[in-house]
């Protein structure tokens, strides 16, 4: 029989302030504390929260990577990091010298049984003098590869507690890629369920931490008017752009065995799917939330096997220019293939078989050295039933569209006709906009801020769940069997474009075309 | 004059005759848009009436609120209203500008208006008419809160979701009773700067009771011992901040709290020290004005707790109304401490 952990009654004194929650102190080991992960992301995120007040007093960082680092030496270097990259930077030394006091460091290698018992002796010292009661969060920011390993240890060392048998709670945090195909995804997870519970598990897609991402929710079920026209009788079509202007920069190596739809596609894109499909959930947490998500995920239509064209397009960049700076040619990057068949840009069409979504197609394309950095959502409407005004000269009415920008310069903007002033009738587009920069000034959280806290409070509403995970992956498989067997090369476009004319041939089709984000 | 209206009232006040004043406004945009650049956004998310007397208060809060509509847009109306002037009425157009993202100017309209004498009682319709629609208005009263003029003021605070008013200036518990009326009988809810300025020695004292072994102690909260740093001891508005932080925690707690006051004259005014006893433990939490921290350090047998460190927040009144106006939903606590803060404030007087 299992025993649930006591949950603690609300402080009463946090009601009415801008911290409404503060986790409970535990210590925070990061896997790959020397990488380009943690240095530009995770520390500078860490030193934020503790800047705006959203940490406990006794929030623990441990670092543990390979070089040999003192304490202090690793709270210089993290130092310098937050620096550069943190949100609330320049550092405020009041805030850097209580938060410095909570940042350790042990030296070892991932596959060290004695460095884990190191680690182990370190966090125990810890729960005696800052009060972190044996709570522990482990974040792997290391290739997917050494997961296995790590668990392992960690489980093999008493390092993994229950909480559903009454104690303190263990977590682990990892980054995509989850797998590179269903197999392998599976494999992660099962390894996974090996040592921690599904509930244990937080995977993270920083694409959820971002406002707009979860302002989408917002917008589709805090208010009143759009719920009712989100569905196939309403909306004619939608489109979902992540657009890159960089290349594939020093990420050559992984990026030619990924590609951009194991990239991209596979966990933001369908991330954005999802939520933009999803029905109303039966609440605001974890699994309801997730459990609309996966149904949609359910319901994406296969591939037509051998006729897979049809539905998708992959690209892959020649050189050319980018925001007026010369870019080469995939092929010429570092640590690339010459003679690569990896795709640099995806465009599909998919369809979601359910009741509200029926033959509405959503088109999606995400690439990289596109014309500039852009993520997009656009709901494009269909239009008026009955065409006044198209009978009247010079008249041209245009379908409705609500674009939401995910980055840059977050916002909603929707498009409607109006009258041009004048004796006659004519019509012109016009939007009406609104930006979070404008109305609510300040600088949102960085998506790792919000993620890193959610992970302490215990909320996975924001994380993958392994069903969502495995999936995408089963809808994906086939498309990437079906290129990976094509033995032609992607579809050429320059640098700086946006991406190859088979992708706008695939909207022409339908008679429609892609919107210019 | 349409051609450079905007950019007259970017730079300063224009006159405008008090019955076109939307019209003037509507003219002043367009005359932004006349060369098609587009160069300004234009922004609300609130309509900020003030209510002043004096000249003195009128620039006060027109120089407040142009930097406050920096970090929250808003529609900025400020009100000089002196029934003991000379009966006139005037108004003044304005353009509050600042630098958002991508370079682009967002600007925001501030309106003056000047009324004397019997013209003071035309100010509230033509308050009312100015007011954006289906946006939340902030009434901010400039000064001590009006005994007389009950109508007036009735009339003007109407439309207003929130009263904000700085207790700080109040010079005897009844205008606390008055902030409590209107907390109790109308629908705005009132905001006060007092009370706003404590939101980080909140956040010191409820990190006391965050982790796990110290969530039940509030209950045996015994006593608590606040000092401060005021101009004048023995004004009643410079004790008020003391006693809204006594006044929460014994709300909060429900428990049987003695209280000790310290008051000194000194710079730097508003709390300086706060102990707070507990049944097994106490808890001390000390503003560090050279690092802008509040220390907290909880104290007692069988506790190993880390030091918690609180950043200082900024006093000043025009960051106190933004974190006013941040706060989407009406303050839930305040009409809760004020019935306690004036017991307590009659126990000590």
Same mark, same amino acid.
């Given at each position: 029989?299992?025993?649930?952990?006591?949950?603690?009654?609300?402080?009463?004194?946090?009601?009415?302030?801008?911290?409404?929650?503060?986790?409970?102190?535990?210590?925070?080991?990061?896997?790959?504390?020397?990488? /380009?992960?943690?240095?530009?992301?995770?520390?500078?995120?860490?030193?934020?929260?503790?800047?705006?007040?959203?940490?406990?007093?006794?929030?623990?960082?441990?670092?543990?990577?390979?070089?040999?680092?003192?304490?202090?030496?690793?709270?210089?270097?993290?130092?310098?990091?937050?620096?550069?990259?943190?949100?609330?930077?320049?550092?405020? $030394?009041?805030?850097?010298?209580?938060?410095?006091?909570?940042?350790?460091?042990?030296?070892?290698?991932?596959? /060290?049984?004695?460095?884990?018992?190191?680690?182990n002796?370190?966090?125990? $010292?810890?729960?005696?003098?800052?009060?972190?009661?044996?709570?522990?969060?482990?974040?792997?920011?290391?290739?997917?590869?050494?997961?296995?390993?790590?668990?392992?240890?960690?489980?093999?060392e008493?390092?993994?507690?229950?909480?559903?048998?009454?104690?303190?709670?263990?977590?682990?945090?990892?980054?995509?890629?989850?797998?590179?195909?269903?197999?392998?995804?599976?494999?992660?997870?099962?390894?996974?369920?090996?040592?921690?519970?599904?509930?244990?598990?937080?995977?993270?897609?920083?694409?959820?931490?971002?406002?707009?991402?979860?302002?989408?929710?917002?917008?589709?079920?805090?208010?009143?008017?759009?719920?009712?026209?989100?569905?196939?009788?309403?909306?004619?079509?939608?489109q979902?752009?992540?657009?890159?202007?960089?290349?594939?920069?020093?990420?050559?190596?992984?990026?030619?065995?990924?590609?951009?739809?194991?990239?991209?596609?596979?966990?933001?894109?369908?991330?954005?799917?999802?939520?933009?499909?999803?029905?109303?959930?039966?609440?605001?947490?974890?699994?309801?939330?997730?459990?609309?998500?996966?149904?949609?995920?359910?319901?994406l239509?296969?591939?037509?096997?051998?006729?897979?064209?049809?539905?998708?397009?992959?690209?892959?960049?020649?050189?050319?220019?980018?925001?007026? $700076?010369?870019?080469?040619?995939?092929?010429?990057?570092?640590?690339?293939?010459?003679?690569s068949?990896?795709?640099?840009?995806?465009?599909?069409?998919?369809?979601?078989?359910?009741?509200?979504?029926?033959?509405?197609?959503?088109?999606?394309?995400?690439?990289?050295?596109?014309?500039?950095?852009?993520?997009?959502?656009?709901?494009?409407?269909?239009?008026?039933?009955?065409?006044?005004?198209?009978?009247?000269?010079?008249?041209?009415?245009?379908?409705?569209?609500?674009?939401?920008?995910?980055?840059?310069?977050?916002?909603?903007?929707?498009?409607?006709?109006? &009258?041009?002033?004048?004796?006659t009738?004519?019509?012109?587009?016009?939007?009406?906009?609104?930006?979070?920069?404008?109305?609510?000034?300040?600088?949102?959280?960085?998506?790792?801020?919000?993620?890193?806290?959610?992970?302490?409070?215990? /909320?996975?509403?924001?994380?993958?769940?392994?069903d $969502?995970?495995?999936?995408?992956?089963?809808?994906?498989?086939?498309?990437?069997?079906?290129?990976?067997?094509?033995?032609r090369?992607? &579809?050429?476009?320059?640098?700086?474009?946006?991406?190859?004319?088979?992708?706008?041939?695939?909207?022409?089709?339908?008679?429609? &075309?892609?919107?210019?984000? | 004059?349409?051609?450079?209206?905007?950019?007259?009232?970017?730079?300063?006040?224009?006159?405008?005759?008090?019955?076109?004043?939307?019209?003037?406004?509507?003219?002043?945009?367009?005359?932004?848009?006349?060369?098609?650049?587009?160069?300004?956004?234009?922004a609300?998310?609130?309509?900020?009436?003030?209510?002043?007397?004096?000249?003195?208060?009128?620039?006060?809060?027109s120089?407040?609120?142009?930097?406050?509509?920096?970090?929250?847009?808003?529609?900025?109306?400020?009100?000089?209203?002196?029934?003991?002037?000379?009966? @006139?009425?005037?108004?003044?157009?304005?353009?509050?500008?600042?630098?958002?993202? !991508?370079?682009?100017?967002?600007?925001?309209?501030?309106?003056?208006?000047?009324?004397?004498g019997?013209?003071?009682?035309?100010?509230?319709?033509?308050?009312?008419?100015?007011?954006?629609?289906?946006?939340?208005?902030?009434?901010?009263?400039?000064?001590?809160?009006?005994?007389?003029?009950?109508?007036?003021?009735?009339?003007?605070l109407?439309?207003?979701?929130?009263?904000?008013?700085?207790? *700080?200036?109040?010079?005897?518990?009844?205008?606390? !009773?008055?902030?409590?009326?209107?907390?109790?009988d109308?629908?705005?809810?009132?905001?006060?700067?007092?009370?706003?300025?404590?939101? @980080?020695?909140?956040?010191?004292?409820?990190?006391?009771?965050?982790?796990?072994?110290?969530?039940?102690?509030?209950?045996s909260?015994?006593?608590?011992?606040?000092?401060?740093? *005021?101009?004048? !001891?023995?004004?009643?508005?410079?004790?008020?901040?003391?006693?809204?932080?006594?006044?929460?925690?014994?709300?909060?707690?429900e428990?049987?709290?003695?209280?000790?006051f310290?008051?000194?004259?000194?710079?730097?005014?508003?709390? *300086? %020290?706060?102990?707070?006893?507990?049944? !097994?433990?106490?808890?001390?939490?000390?503003?560090?004005?050279?690092?802008?921290?509040?220390s907290?350090?909880?104290?007692?047998?069988?506790?190993?707790?880390?030091?918690?460190?609180? %950043?200082?927040?900024?006093?000043?009144?025009?960051?106190?109304?933004?974190?006013?106006?941040?706060?989407?939903?009406?303050?839930r606590?305040l009409?809760?401490?004020?019935?306690?803060?004036?017991?307590?404030?009659?126990?000590?007087?």
């Amino acid at each position: 029989m299992s025993v649930v952990t006591p949950t603690l009654e609300p402080n009463p004194l946090r009601e009415g302030l801008e911290q409404e929650r503060v986790p409970e102190a535990s210590c925070l080991v990061i896997f790959g504390a020397s990488g /380009d992960l943690t240095h530009r992301k995770l520390l500078p995120a860490l030193y934020s929260l503790a800047h705006d007040g959203l940490l406990p007093a006794g929030q623990t960082i441990v670092g543990f990577a390979r070089p040999d680092y003192s304490d202090d030496a690793f709270r210089m270097d993290i130092k310098e990091a937050c620096n550069k990259y943190a949100r609330t930077r320049p550092v405020d $030394e009041s805030v850097w010298e209580n938060f410095a006091k909570g940042l350790f460091y042990v030296q070892g290698t991932f596959t /060290d049984p004695a460095a884990y018992n190191r680690l182990n002796a370190k966090l125990k $010292e810890c729960d005696n003098t800052r009060g972190t009661g044996g709570r522990r969060i482990y974040y792997l920011a290391v290739p997917p590869q050494f997961f296995p390993t790590i668990s392992e240890l960690l489980g093999a060392e008493g390092m993994v507690s229950d909480p559903e048998r009454g104690g303190p709670y263990t977590r682990v945090i990892i980054e995509k890629p989850f797998g590179r195909d269903l197999p392998t995804a599976k494999e992660l997870n099962r390894v996974a369920v090996t040592t921690f519970r599904e509930r244990q598990v937080f995977r993270i897609d920083h694409y959820l931490g971002k406002e707009t991402v979860q302002n989408l929710l917002v917008l589709r079920f805090a208010n009143g008017i759009f719920e009712p026209f989100w569905n196939r009788q309403y909306i004619d079509h939608v489109q979902l752009t992540v657009a890159e202007s960089i290349g594939v920069e020093k990420r050559g190596g992984y990026f030619d065995t990924a590609g951009i739809t194991r990239d991209i596609v596979q966990n933001h894109m369908l991330q954005l799917l999802s939520l933009t499909a999803m029905e109303p959930p039966v609440a605001f947490d974890a699994d309801a939330v997730r459990d609309e998500k996966v149904k949609v995920l359910r319901a994406l239509r296969e591939f037509p096997r051998g006729r897979e064209e049809e539905m998708a397009v992959r690209g892959q960049y020649t050189e050319g220019s980018v925001l007026g $700076e010369l870019a080469p040619g995939y092929r010429q990057e570092e640590s690339v293939k010459p003679d690569s068949k990896t795709e640099t840009f995806a465009a599909v069409k998919v369809f979601i078989d359910n009741w509200r979504w029926a033959d509405v197609p959503f088109y999606i394309r995400a690439g990289k050295r596109l014309p500039k950095r852009v993520t997009d959502i656009s709901i494009q409407f269909r239009p008026a039933p009955y065409p006044l005004f198209k009978k009247l000269p010079g008249v041209q009415t245009q379908p409705n569209v609500l674009a939401i920008r995910i980055q840059p310069d977050e916002g909603i903007a929707l498009k409607f006709d109006s &009258k041009v002033p004048g004796p006659t009738v004519r019509t012109a587009p016009v939007t009406m906009e609104f930006r979070y920069a404008t109305s609510f000034g300040a600088e949102p959280p960085e998506a790792y801020e919000r993620l890193l806290l959610e992970t302490m409070l215990g /909320d996975s509403t924001l994380f993958a769940r392994r069903d $969502e995970v495995e999936t995408a992956w089963a809808w994906l498989d086939p498309l990437l069997r079906a290129w990976e067997s094509d033995s032609r090369p992607p &579809k050429p476009y320059s640098a700086g474009t946006w991406g190859p004319q088979e992708a706008d041939d695939m909207l022409e089709r339908d008679g429609r &075309k892609w919107r210019r984000p | 004059m349409t051609e450079n209206l905007f950019e007259r009232a970017a730079a300063g006040q224009v006159r405008v005759d008090y019955s076109a004043i939307e019209r003037t406004l509507a003219e002043m945009w367009l005359a932004d848009g006349t060369n098609d650049q587009h160069t300004v956004t234009r922004a609300a998310l609130w309509n900020v009436v003030a209510h002043t007397e004096t000249h003195q208060h009128h620039s006060h809060a027109s120089d407040i609120l142009s930097k406050a509509a920096a970090a929250v847009p808003q529609r900025t109306i400020i009100v000089r209203a002196d029934p003991k002037a000379a009966d @006139e009425m005037s108004s003044y157009i304005s353009a509050n500008c600042h630098l958002g993202g !991508e370079g682009k100017r967002v600007c925001s309209e501030e309106i003056a208006i000047v009324a004397g004498g019997e013209r003071v009682r035309r100010v509230p319709p033509l308050v009312n008419a100015l007011l954006i629609p289906d946006m939340p208005v902030a009434f901010w009263w400039v000064g001590d809160l009006p005994h007389e003029n009950a109508q007036y003021v009735q009339t003007l605070l109407e439309p207003a979701d929130r009263l904000i008013v700085d207790s *700080v200036h109040f010079n005897d518990p009844g205008d606390l !009773e008055l902030v409590k009326r209107v907390a109790d009988d109308s629908g705005t809810a009132p905001a006060d700067l007092n009370w706003i300025r404590l939101e @980080e020695w909140r956040t010191a004292a409820a990190s006391v009771f965050d982790p796990p072994e110290m969530r039940d102690k509030l209950r045996s909260l015994k006593r608590v011992r606040i000092t401060a740093n *005021v101009a004048d !001891e023995s004004y009643f508005g410079e004790r008020i901040e003391s006693l809204f932080f006594a006044s929460w925690l014994m709300a909060m707690s429900e428990a049987e709290v003695d209280c000790t006051f310290d008051l000194r004259r000194a710079e730097n005014r508003g709390l *300086v %020290r706060v102990e707070l006893e507990l049944e !097994e433990s106490k808890a001390t939490i000390e503003r560090d004005q050279e690092k802008c921290v509040l220390s907290t350090t909880i104290d007692g047998h069988a506790l190993n707790l880390p030091d918690a460190v609180t %950043r200082s927040k900024a006093r000043n009144i025009d960051e106190l109304i933004v974190r006013v106006l941040k706060q989407p939903n009406r303050d839930r606590l305040l009409p809760k401490i004020l019935p306690v803060a004036l017991d307590l404030a009659r126990q000590k007087k």
